[in-house]
């Protein structure tokens, strides 16, 4: 797990979205898909803040009979939806299997 935070100064003063937030936030958007799941999401899954954008590496795992292309997509549009429109940063997301079960 990544403990970078992202720090935004705006005219009302700063926001402070903390690395283990971030970290729930795409945890959980990952696990908005069907069959899949972020099991220990402290070490399977890194979000790196740079300047002007949020990257995001997850492993999930998933049941037999997916398409794991298809899911591997829709985990990383989930993930990046949801992330991006609560930093307001582009974000990429890289996805690993790492069980199928």
Known sequence: MSQQ??????????????????????????ESIADVRVLRPRKRLRVTVASSSVHVEVGIDTVVGHALPDLGEAVQRSVARAVGASTGLPTSVDVTFEEIR
């Open 5 to 30: 935070a992202l720090v935004l100064d705006g005219p009302l003063g700063r926001i402070e979205l903390t690395g283990a937030a971030l970290v729930s936030l795409a945890a959980r958007s990952a």
